[in-house]
Nanobody, 120 residues
């Protein structure tokens, strides 16, 4: 069994900052990549940022404002979000591209999501 648990969401004013964290636990053989997606009401889930073996990738809408980091030893990924805008309001989902114990297959596992609301 593999679990990803997010924390750190909340309400923040425009221009403010939040830090999201996600911890993967359970029987994990190897993690290839971790990252964040988000889904706003009425919209499709979209990529925010990913990190794999030190290589990062960001959506154009968050470049220069968000920073993703990973602690391989702890199986955690974080997302530092600065200069937040109302359009960043969404449920943020953590994912891990990994192989779990007892399996030969690599697949994505998802967290339950954490709400980020940017509003004055």
């Amino acid at each position: 069994q593999v679990q990803l648990v997010e924390s750190g969401g909340g309400l923040v004013q425009p221009g403010g900052s939040l830090r999201l964290s996600c911890a993967a636990s359970g029987s994990i053989v190897s993690i290839y990549a971790m990252g964040w997606y988000r889904q706003a009401p009425g919209k499709q889930r979209e990529l925010v940022a990913t990190i794999a073996t030190g290589i990062t990738n960001y959506a154009d809408s968050v470049k220069g404002r968000f920073t993703i980091s990973r602690d391989n030893a702890k199986n955690t990924v974080s997302l530092q979000m600065n200069s937040l805008k109302p359009e960043d309001t969404a449920v943020y989902y953590c994912y891990g591209d990994l192989v779990r114990g007892g399996s030969s297959y690599r697949r994505n596992y998802w967290g339950q999501g954490t709400q980020v609301t940017v509003s004055s």
